[in-house]
C-alpha cells in the first residue's frame, strides 16, 4: 500500500517561499512510470494542478505557476519537494501530494493514491 505524507509549515508570510515535502512510503518515487504531483485546492474552489517530477526526475509545471514553482526530489529519503515563490493570499491553500501515470489534471480520480493534504495559509 503506498501512503504519501505531505509536510511543511501552515503559516508562510507574503513574498516568501512556501516549501513543501511529500515522503513516500510503501512505493519507490522511481519506479516506471508514475508521475509524483503537486495539487492544491484554494478555499472554496476546485482542485488546481501545481507541477509533478516523474519517475525519470523530469519536471512539469502549469503554465500558471511556472514562473514560481520549482519541484525536486530526493531519492535516497523518497521524497519530493515543493517550492512556490513569491507567495500571496491567493496561493492560501490546501496542498496535496499525489501519484498517478500522467500530470497535469485537476481531478481526482486521475490519481491513485493521495496525501491528506496539509493547510497552508499565507498571511502577515
Known amino acids: 500500500q503506498v501512503q504519501l505524507q505531505e509536510s511543511g509549515p501552515g503559516l508562510v508570510k507574503p513574498s516568501q517561499t512556501l516549501s513543501l515535502t511529500c515522503t513516500v512510503s510503501?512505493?519507490?518515487?522511481?519506479?516506471?512510470?508514475?508521475?509524483w504531483n503537486w495539487i492544491r485546492q484554494p478555499p472554496g474552489k476546485g482542485l488546481e494542478w501545481i507541477g509533478a517530477i516523474a519517475y525519470s526526475g523530469r519536471t512539469y509545471y502549469s503554465p500558471f505557476l511556472k514562473r514560481r514553482t520549482s519541484i525536486s526530489r530526493d531519492t535516497s529519503k523518497n521524497q519530493f519537494t515543493l517550492q512556490l515563490t513569491s507567495v500571496t493570499p491567493a496561493d492560501t491553500a490546501v496542498y496535496y501530494c499525489a501519484r498517478g501515470a500522467s500530470w497535469g489534471y485537476s481531478d481526482r480520480d486521475k490519481y491513485d493514491y493521495w496525501g491528506q493534504g496539509t493547510q497552508v495559509t499565507v498571511s502577515s
Open positions: 510503501g512505493g519507490s518515487i522511481t519506479a516506471n512510470y508514475y508521475v
